[in-house]
């Protein structure tokens, strides 16, 4: 269940970020308009970064057990 909802997290992030751009590159922000979002863009960039980590380590212990397939738990805090 938690890996849905961190997938879930994930997704809507970056779909946020998306959004963000692209209001960003419309360019009929104001100046502090533009700033708030760009501060918003820098937390869901980490977001995602963070979640991308994760993933990552989940596959290095998946792939990394004598060429066998071996799930082991996740520690995210060692991830980051």
Known sequence: MARKKT??????????????????????????????????????TRDCQDALAAAEVKVQQLLERDGQLVEAPLDVDDAQ
């Open 7 to 44: 997938a879930l997290d994930f997704e809507q992030s970056l779909t946020d970020l998306q959004a963000l751009v692209e209001r960003l590159e419309n360019g009929q922000l104001s100046l502090e308009d533009s700033l708030t979002a760009f501060e918003q863009g820098i937390g869901l």
